[in-house]
């Protein structure tokens, strides 16, 4: 299957400073990337859903000025938490799905990055 | 809009025996569903998918699980399940048109004894 990578795999920030994470797909052009949120234990929430060169789609309650999204490209996507507090820690997750017509009923997980806010 | 729901958060078998993990979903459109397995400290992969046609799909690694329209379920079986089997399940669902997201169930971990 395809492949997403996402950088780095783990953090460790200080509260009130703002931690980027990269999601690339590294074999295929995606032109939807999806950021996930994942609480120890508990599933995957959905925060956003972005489509390269356009304003990402926030979900309902997720701040859309402190989790900022940016797909500037075919194959990459940023989530930066704006001035991280412990709260906004936790395993984000990134997934990119190909254009329609080239296998766009799947969609291909990064690893993960776990966020530490001390 | 499409929700899952996985009835059980953990499940422990022994080794060798069989296991069923339940998924049972909502939706007032067709959907595409999909079983994802994550183990420890690694990200999500697909296990197996129903698209459409045969209502019962299979893995590569002995994992089943069959489509049933009548009572929205896509529930996952394995007749003899492995020490590495122990992972966390989770079932996902969304709309066979469009550009839509994944939605999860809130995962059940499967824990193989051995």
């Known amino acids: 299957g395809a492949v997403v990578s996402q950088h780095p795999s783990w953090v460790i920030c200080k509260s009130g400073t703002s931690v980027k994470i990269e999601c690339r797909s590294l074999?295929?052009?995606?032109?939807?990337m999806f950021w996930y949120r994942q609480f120890p234990k508990q599933s995957l929430m959905l925060m956003a859903t972005?489509?390269?060169?356009?304003?990402?789609?926030?979900e309902q309650g997720v701040e859309k000025d402190k989790f900022l999204i940016n797909h500037a490209s075919l194959t990459l996507s940023t989530l930066t938490v704006t001035s991280a507090h412990p709260e906004d820690s936790s395993f984000y997750i990134c997934?990119?799905?190909?254009?329609?017509?080239?296998?766009?009923?799947?969609?291909?997980f990064g690893p993960g990055t776990r966020l530490t806010v001390l | 809009a499409q929700s899952v729901t996985q009835l059980d958060s953990q499940v422990p078998v022994f080794e060798e025996a069989p296991v069923e993990l339940r998924c049972n979903y909502s939706?007032?459109?067709?959907?595409?569903l999909f079983w994802y397995v994550q183990y420890p400290n690694q990200g999500l992969q697909l296990l197996l998918k129903?698209?459409?046609?045969?209502?019962l799909v299979e893995s590569i690694n002995g994992f089943e699980a069959e489509f049933n329209k009548s009572q929205t379920s896509f529930h996952l079986r394995k007749p003899s399940v492995h020490i590495s089997d122990t992972a966390e399940y989770f079932c996902?669902?969304?709309?066979?048109?469009?550009?839509?997201?994944?939605?999860f169930g809130k995962g059940t971990r499967l824990s193989v004894i051995a």
């Open positions: 997934s990119a799905r190909p254009p329609q017509g080239a296998g766009e009923d799947e969609q291909f």
């Open positions: 074999d295929f052009q995606a032109t939807t």
């Open positions: 972005s489509n390269e060169g356009s304003k990402a789609t926030y």
């Open positions: 939706s007032s459109v067709s959907v595409y």
């Open positions: 129903y698209l459409s046609g045969s209502t």
């Open positions: 996902a669902v969304r709309k066979n048109s469009g550009n839509t997201p994944l939605v």
